[in-house]
């Protein structure tokens, strides 16, 4: 069951897989890790400040975009030591979670 803390914390998690990516990952990929990481960073301050309305289609839809993209963060830094493709999957986790971002910033507005 989803509540008002949900967004805060969907955001939190994918920040701290960003970090992590980051710190793994090198040029422009490492960069946009970082931007990511520090503008969800800030949505989730901004989300834990406000009382947000969790029952409404836009909420679901931000948290169910975090959690896709947390779990392609997840994906990705496993397969960082496994695979030649891991660039490839790191900015998979770029792309989605950018689009996440930008949903949550729309529940934010």
Known sequence: M???HELAETLTGLASRLNNL???TTGSISRECSDLEDTL??????????DLDHT????LSAVNAL???ALEADAAAASLDRTARSIEAVA???K???QASMLAAKVLA
Do not use: C, P
């Open 2 to 4: 989803m509540d008002s």
């Open 96 to 98: 989605l979670a950018g």
């Open 56 to 59: 409404t289609s836009q909420y």
């Open 22 to 24: 980051m710190v793994d």
């Open 67 to 69: 959690n896709e993209a």
């Open 41 to 50: 960073t800030g949505q989730a301050m901004a989300a834990i400040a406000r």
């Open 92 to 94: 998979k986790v770029v």
